[in-house]
C-alpha cells in the first residue's frame, strides 16, 4: 500500500523526482498547518495495513534542526479523535497511543508521561497502551482535580520507550524502524541508535507529517495545547519510502 497526501490548513505536498516535499508556511499562531501522508485514508483502525515483524524506511532532511511544531515518519494508530488533527470533519472516538516513529517535538511540547524519557526534541520513541483499561476512569475522574495524579496513572496504563537523537536534521540521512513482535530497533545511516523491548499494538499505519501544534503534560501537572507561530516556511523532503514484511521473526 502506497503513502498518499492528505492535507489541511495551508499544508502543500509537491512531488520530487524520488519522493515528496511537505511544506507549510508562515504564519502566527492560532492557526493550524500541516502536511500529511498516510496510507489509510478512510480505514478504520482495525483495518489498518501493517502488522509485524516488518520494516520501515526512508531518507530524510528538514528545514531547520529546531523548527516549532511537530514532525516525523513511522508507524501509528492515528489515536486523535479526528482523523488527523484539527480542521477534520471526519469524528471518530480518539484512542490510547500505539506508534513506533521517528518524532521531533519542539520544546513547547512535552510527550511522555514519564520523568526518565525525553519529551521533545527528535526522538526515537514507540509507546504500547491497551485499547482499554479500568484505570482510565480513575485517570478521567482525577483530570480535574489533580493533573499529576492523571500523569502518574497514564504512565502506568501506556507503557512507553523512547531515546534523544542529536544529528543534524538538515542533512540527508537514511532511518530504518524494524518493528518485531517483542522489539522495536532504529537505525541512522545503518548504525543502530535506540532499541526497546517495548513494541505498539498492531495494526498500524504509515505517517509521515510537518505541522506547528505543541502539546504538553508536564510532571508539574500543567496541560497546554496550542498552534505555533511560523516565522518562516518550514518543509520536509523525504525519498525511497519503502515497506517491507519480515518473513520470520
Known sequence: MEVKP????????????YG???AIPPGPSGRYRLSQLDDHLGLSRTAYPWHPPLTFSLRA?????????????GLWNDPFGFSFGPGDTFFRLPALPNTVWFFYASPKNYLSFRDDKPAHGF?????????FHPSLLL???TLPFSRKMSRRILSKVIVEDAFALSHDLTQWHDYRIEWRQSLSTFWVDD??????????RSPLGIVIWIDNQYAALTPEGKL?????????SEWLEIEQVETKRIERE
Open 123 to 131: 526522538l526515537a520513541q514507540v509507546f504500547r497502551s491497551p485499547r
Open 139 to 141: 485517570a478521567g475522574l
Open 191 to 200: 548504525h543502530l541508535v535506540f532499541q526497546s523491548p517495548v513494541t505498539p
Open 61 to 73: 532532511r528538514h528545514s531547520s534542526n529546531s523548527a516549532p511544531g511537530t514532525w516525523g515518519f
Open 224 to 232: 497546554k495545547w496550542g498552534m505555533e507561530i511560523n516565522p518562516e
Open 6 to 17: 492528505r492535507l489541511s490548513r495551508d499544508g502543500t505536498i509537491n512531488p520530487t523526482i
Open 20 to 22: 515528496w516535499r511537505l
